[in-house]
């Protein structure tokens, strides 16, 4: 959301008691064809080197969660095999149908009592913010804007501060088993800065579709700035062998477009046909539309192009047609959208166009799991209450483990228009999550989906592949620089962090974005005197 402030706030909190610290510091759509194998690039001391990859690697006798086509919805192969050939999945067999010899070299993993699913997809994140992790428990929407923000950071964070923290949320990311993530960077206020978040994505041997934002910040950087920056982050050889691709985030819609600079921007978009576009959409009382009527109205909606609405709270009825007649999707986040407030009172009405997405792992975990779940059960209990408020009874579940598995998987490669990601079937790319079949969770699990939706935890995640590459095996990280790149970040952070905690939480302003800014009633949990609300341990 930051871009929509642009202008707006970006002194409102750096006037008190930090003011003196400034002074001192799209892929091509469908399915694209690879010939070879894509080689881990690393342009960094901590970039991935896994253990010597096989060009075929056999994931046999296990429950595989695979998507049938013709249903457009999940398969079941239970004693099943998976065969990844170089960065695609080559097969997927019973066990009567599996291969009796393999390609010459293939490694073969028994996945016996285990379960295999797709990797998670992540359509909204802000991932240069890790150092800020479990130091905003409490934080509204308006305080994080003026505190965690690019309106803040700039003034502090080193071009390898980027780096680190980029690189430290995307092993997390990884770690939970999330492949492919969306990420709206934010971290573009130079070229150095743009240059060391990219480079971390590229390093971390994730499947990242890296959102370039482009804002204006106040005695910073300009939007024509940033052109140029831009045209050489796109440009970058490293990304010819890796996974990340390139796209856009901007929050400059609507409601008061800039339609000069909206045209530019548009125009480097089909130059160099960027991956995705993205945008933060918060309408109703935040004001920060970036509608689906916005960017219809200014004639872009319906391109080629995947446009991905992160949030689209407050969605109406004009704008959710608008999506479905353009085929473009928005992400819901949540958990970010319970703590931050901006609410989605309507996304339950919207979910064939939707996809799941974080938001600022800074404040929760960075796992799509936890999302997925969140959102079966909040959805459950809206449907549910309709029906309690006409003092009837429910008959029927609304909302199935199937329908949330597939949110957060194939929807998010829909959203992203690529029908390769997010499943499992031949021809996908291999981005593939093994399950811990026999952990105190999922111990006599019969229902995989349900298994993965409702028991499994990060903790139960024993492998994952991206892009036919291990990221993670046998419970570990693969990356060879993963425990230098721990210590680096830990470094990273403590010092940030120090910066951080000698700053004095900003007081909410009485007026903002021309709403009036209210106290909701805070939560009495304490027998008598006082509410137990408690401080935060920083």
Partial sequence: MECALCGLHQSLFLDQGTEHRVATMRFTNGIAALSGFLTAVSAGPSGPSPAPPSSSILFK????????????G???????????????I???????????????????????????????????????????????????????FGRYSSFVAPFFWSDSDVYDSQLAGLYEALNAGVTTSLDHATHTWSKGASEAGLNACIDSGARVFWGFSFANLTGLVTVEDLYPIFKTMAKKPALKNSPTTVGIAYDGWGPNPNVGEINKIMALAKELNVSVITTHSLQGPWGFNNSPEDIHGLGYLNISIPIVFSHASFLTPTGADLLRSTNQYISITPESEMHYGQAHPVSYHIQDQASIGIDTHITFSTDILTQARIWLQQTRYEAYLDVL??????????????????LATRHGGLALRRPDLGVIAEGAKADLIVWDGTSPAMLGWVDPVAAVILHASVGDIESVLVDGKWAKKNFKLTAKGWPAARTKFLKTAEKLQAIWKGMPLPAPPPEFNGREVVDPKRVDSLRGPGDGYGSIYI
């Avoid at 097969?91 to 285990?114: F, H, L, R, W």
């Avoid at 408020?389 to 597939?406: C, G, H, I, T």
Wanted: glycine share 8%.
């Fill in 90 to 144: 080559a097969g997927v067999y019973d066990a009567a149908s599996a291969p009796k010899k393999n390609p010459p070299g293939t490694e073969v993993v028994d996945i016996t009592g285990k379960i295999i699913t797709p990797g998670f997809i992540d359509t909204h994140r802000h991932g240069w913010q890790t150092v800020f992790k479990t130091m905003a428990s409490n934080t509204t929407l308006i305080e994080f």
């Fill in 74 to 88: 999940l398969k079941i192969i239970r004693g099943g095999s998976v065969l990844v050939t170089n960065d695609r």
């Fill in 389 to 406: 408020e006409q003092d009837k009874l429910p008959a029927s579940n609304p909302m199935s483990v199937e329908q949330a598995f597939l």
């Fill in 61 to 72: 006798g296990g429950t595989v969660v695979a998507f049938n086509q013709q249903t457009q």
